[in-house]
């Protein structure tokens, strides 16, 4: 299994990045996907997580600012940002897992090895 994250970069506030993740290898059971973000010494946080069937989920902090998606394949999962804030700024990792609850993203065994985004006011 393979997650590869690219898309981050270096904007101003208020402007957009879209990540993408190209998954290969995922088990057939792997049947969702999420984005995380990471401050330095702080946890992992899911901010987005989408099931096989396209309902999503969103942390309160990017909610209305974020859509995630997917291509119809599933190969190739999407983070879009919008409206970006310095308190955006994190390394974002893309995930695969397993749910039995739409919309979620509770288990997960697949991590990428994130892309960094840095927000400047």
């Known amino acids: 299994v393979q997650l590869v994250e690219s898309g981050g970069g270096s904007v101003q506030a208020g402007e957009s990045l879209r990540l993408s993740c190209a998954a290969t290898g995922l088990p057939y059971s792997s049947n969702c996907m999420s984005w995380f973000l990471q401050d330095p010494g702080k946890e992992r946080e899911e901010v987005a997580a989408?099931?096989?069937?396209?309902?999503?989920s969103y942390a309160d902090s990017v909610k209305g600012r974020s859509t995630i998606s997917q291509d119809n394949a599933g190969n190739t999962l999407y983070l879009q940002m919008n409206s970006l804030k310095p308190e955006d700024t994190a390394m974002y990792y893309c995930?695969?897992?397993?749910?039995?609850?739409?919309?979620?993203?509770?288990?997960?065994?697949?991590w990428g090895q994130g892309t960094q985004v840095t927000v400047s006011s």
């Open positions: 995930a695969a897992g397993f749910t039995r609850r739409a919309a979620y993203c509770p288990v997960t065994a697949y």
């Open positions: 989408i099931d096989r069937d396209g309902f999503t």
